[in-house]
Structures are given as structure tokens and as C-alpha cells.
T-cell receptor
Framework: DVKVTQSSRYLVKRTGEKVFLECVQDMDHENMFWYRQDPGLGLRLIYFSYDVKMKEKGDIPEGYSVSREKKERFSLILESASTNQTSMYLC??????????FGDGTRLSIL | DQQVKQNSPSLSVQEGRISILNCDYTNSMFDYFLWYKKYPAEGPTFLISISSIKDKNEDGRFTVFLNKSAKHLSLHIVPSQPGDSAVYFCAASAGDSNYQLIWGAGTKLIIKP
């Protein structure tokens, strides 16, 4: 069974802080993704990566960056957290041309 | 501008009856569609998919129908069971890409005993 693990289920941070969200997958998948989920908007893609050290912007990359130094780990970074980044963050991974597998999410609150 | 729309935020169905969840899309380049199911406090899990070369795909109690001319797809669950109560998301992609999935806002399905 594929396991995608997000380091925190809940996180509370202050505006202006640098925030790191970590995601690890155990199935040697090439692709990894970061989404945010907001009520009424579905899932929106922030960034994805199709290989180590490779990254591509998704639909809403502003205010975020990512890092993929190892195949199994994909980090999302909020450079200077703002209240409009309060959201549910979901990480996913997939092999090429197959459906994505998701972690259980991190609910991030920025105060 | 939402390219994938799930117009029903919620749907209530009697246990044992058929549940029909609908999804409309606007981009004619979409050629691969997926349904995911999400329980509270868990990530979405893949349910079923369909390629645009087909108009129907079936997996046990779940069937997805695609009407390309109407840009509409639907997920049928027969018979509905209490464990089917969840939020269902429709997603679409264009070309040979698993990357840029465009997601609907979700429909909350409630199965009544």
C-alpha cells in the first residue's frame, strides 16, 4: 500500500514566519504535488515535481516555494506566512501516468 | 473561471438506492477524468477514472459515464451504502499529463439509513 506521510496534521504559525511543510512517500514515485484545499474551491495545485531537484509551478505558486532534494521527500515553504495562506494543504505522489495518492493533509492556521 | 464544476454541494440518498454525482467541464482539451472520494480528516483516495476514448467505465458498484458532446460526466453508485458517505471530487486533465489536474469543488454525499 502506498503511504504518503505529511509531517504535521495541525500547525499554527504567525504572520511573517517562514513555514515548512514536509511530505514523504515510500513508493519510489517520480511525481510529487502540493495542493491547497479551500471550501467551495476544490483542490488547487501549488507546485509539482517530476524528478529530484525539478519543480514546476502550478496554478497558485505565489508566496510559496518547494524543495525536492531526495526522491521520497517534497517540501513546501511559505517564505513569509500571511493570513490568506490559512488552509488545508495536501501532498500527493504518483508514478508516471497513474492516479495520485494523497497524504492526510496539514491544516495550517496563520494568526 | 472554473473549468470543472460540480454544481451540487451536497446530495442525500437512501441506503440501497442509486447515487448519481454530476460533473461538468468547459475545456474541450480535457481527455482524462477521475473521481476521488474524501472522508473527513483524510486525504482524497482515487475511485475510478475514464479516458475520452470511452463513454463508460465500471468497477464494482461504481460506474462513470462520459458525454463528450455535453462536456458532462457522472458517477453512479449502486447500491449506495453508509460507507459511501463522503465528499466526492471530479478532476480532469488534458493531454498526456497526470500533472495538471483541474478539480471540481466537490459534492458531499450523505447516505441515509
Amino acid at each position: 500500500d502506498v503511504k504518503v506521510t505529511q509531517s504535521s496534521r495541525y500547525l499554527v504559525k504567525r504572520t511573517g514566519e517562514k513555514v515548512f511543510l514536509e511530505c514523504v512517500q515510500d513508493m519510489d514515485h517520480e511525481n510529487m504535488f502540493w495542493y491547497r484545499q479551500d471550501p467551495g474551491l476544490g483542490l488547487r495545485l501549488i507546485y509539482f515535481s517530476y524528478d529530484v531537484k525539478m519543480k514546476e509551478k502550478g496554478d497558485i505558486p505565489e508566496g510559496y516555494s518547494v524543495s525536492r532534494e531526495k526522491k521520497e521527500r517534497f517540501s513546501l515553504i511559505l517564505e513569509s506566512a500571511s493570513t490568506n495562506q490559512t488552509s488545508m494543504y495536501l501532498c500527493a505522489s504518483s508514478p508516471n501516468s497513474e492516479p495520485q495518492h494523497f497524504g492526510d493533509g496539514t491544516r495550517l492556521s496563520i494568526l | 473561471d472554473q473549468q470543472v464544476k460540480q454544481n451540487s454541494p451536497s446530495l442525500s440518498v437512501q441506503e440501497g438506492r442509486i447515487s448519481i454525482l454530476n460533473c461538468d467541464y468547459t475545456n474541450s482539451m480535457f481527455d482524462y477524468f477521475l473521481w476521488y472520494k474524501k472522508y473527513p480528516a483524510e486525504g482524497p483516495t482515487f475511485l475510478i477514472s475514464i479516458s475520452s476514448i470511452k463513454d463508460k467505465n465500471e468497477d464494482g458498484r461504481f460506474t462513470v459515464f462520459l458525454n463528450k458532446s455535453a462536456k458532462h460526466l457522472s458517477l453512479h453508485i449502486v447500491p449506495s451504502q453508509p460507507g459511501d458517505s463522503a465528499v466526492y471530487f471530479c478532476a480532469a486533465s488534458a493531454g498526456d499529463s497526470n500533472y495538471q489536474l483541474i478539480w471540481g469543488a466537490g459534492t458531499k454525499l450523505i447516505i441515509k439509513p
